[in-house]
């Protein structure tokens, strides 16, 4: 059964500091999606991630996949208080299938403080 | 924005009613999900479907029912509603079950009493 752990589930932060979100899948996997949730809204699509060694970069964030270490990161350079939100990583649940199944991991509230 | 609606937006219920939940698509992709949202548990995925009345079952199914009879329209059905479903349910869209990226509803609030 495939569990995606997040860590930290609480971070806060500085402004200005970097920081790494770390996100751990027990089993292959071949996809993985980065999701960002403020408080009280839904979901937006931050990054999707494709194969070993995949990097996306989007302003102050940049997502990795290191599909030997089932491991991904969400690294945040120089954060700004706009950053402060819950951050979430998701797994395809099959291996190269076609179900189209998400598991999630837990999430990670980030709070950026001045 | 993906064209998704959810509605109600809000609900509040007692125990034991019927309860249902729709999502609205304008964008025509074919795999549509129904996730629902607690404290210190994520999403969870509870029906999804990948086609007009193809549908089957998540990580948290039991339940909830669903129907597809239009692309456009994905239906959560609570059959008698339990304080235990309590939750922010999402409906989310995707138009590959590949490259699986998922636009998510502005959610429902459902609360059971």
């Known amino acids: 059964e495939l569990k995606v752990e997040q860590n930290p589930l609480f971070l806060s932060m500085q402004e200005g500091k970097n920081y790494t979100i770390y996100c751990n899948y027990s089993?292959?996997?071949?996809?993985l999606y980065w999701y960002r949730q403020d408080p009280g809204k839904s979901l937006e699509s931050l990054f999707v991630?494709?194969?070993?060694?995949a990097v996306k970069q989007e302003g102050r964030l940049m997502a990795s996949l290191d599909t030997k270490a089932r491991l991904s990161t969400l690294h945040i350079t120089a954060a700004v208080h706009d950053l402060s939100a819950t951050y979430f990583c998701?797994?395809?649940?099959?291996?190269?299938?076609?179900?189209?199944?998400?598991?999630f991991g837990k999430g990670t509230k980030l709070s950026v403080k001045p | 924005d993906a064209g998704i609606t959810q509605s109600p937006r809000h609900k509040v219920t007692e125990t034991g009613t019927p309860v249902t939940l729709r999502c609205h698509q304008t964008?025509?992709?074919?795999?549509m999900y129904w996730y629902r949202q607690d404290p210190g548990h994520g999403l969870r995925l509870i029906h999804y479907s990948y086609g007009v009345k193809d549908t089957d079952k998540g990580e948290v199914s039991d339940g909830y029912s669903v129907s597809r009879s239009k692309t456009e329209d994905f239906l959560l059905t609570l059959e008698s509603a339990t304080s235990s479903q309590t939750s922010v349910y999402f409906c989310?869209?995707?138009?590959?079950?590949?490259?699986?990226?998922?636009?998510f509803g502005p959610g429902t609030r459902l609360t059971v009493l």
């Open positions: 998701a797994v395809d649940r099959y291996y190269g299938g076609s179900q189209g199944n998400l598991i």
């Open positions: 989310a869209i995707s138009d590959s079950s590949w490259y699986n990226e998922q636009f």
């Open positions: 991630l494709l194969s070993n060694g």
């Open positions: 964008e025509n992709h074919r795999y």
């Open positions: 089993t292959t996997s071949d996809r």
